[in-house]
């Protein structure tokens, strides 16, 4: 199983920036995608941004531009640079994986989340 622990949210004002990282661990053949999403009180959660093994990346309209983010595969974790926050970024920020199980077959992990809060 993987074990994702993200770290770095917290309160800002509008207009600054923040870095979130989410290290994975555990015992796992490959890590594949790796993906921040987020959930904001009575909303869905949405993808922010997605990156491949390979470091192809892809991000939701409402970021680009303002986000921006990286991986490091020798340490199993991502960051995302977050710019130039707005208010109607504020919500809890989940780190997400896809890896290869070492007995095969693909699965999934989510972190517990992250708090991002951005006052105007």
């Known amino acids: 199983q993987v074990q994702l622990v993200e770290s770095g949210g917290g309160l800002v004002q509008a207009g600054g920036s923040l870095r979130l990282s989410c290290a994975a661990s555990?015992?796992?053949?490959?890590?594949?995608?790796m993906a921040w999403y987020r959930q904001a009180p009575g909303k869905q959660r949405e993808l922010v941004a997605g990156?491949?093994?390979?470091?192809?990346?892809n991000y939701a309209d409402s970021v680009k531009g303002r986000f921006t983010l990286s991986r490091d595969n020798a340490k199993n974790t991502v960051y995302l640079q977050m710019n130039n926050l707005k208010p109607e970024d504020t919500a809890v920020y989940y780190c997400?994986?896809?890896?290869?199980?070492?007995?095969?077959?693909?699965?999934?992990?989510w972190g517990q989340g992250t708090q991002v809060t951005v006052s105007s």
């Open positions: 997400h994986a896809d890896f290869v199980k070492t007995t095969g077959g693909f699965s999934e992990s």
């Open positions: 555990g015992i796992a053949f490959r890590i594949n995608d």
């Open positions: 990156i491949t093994r390979g470091g192809s990346t």
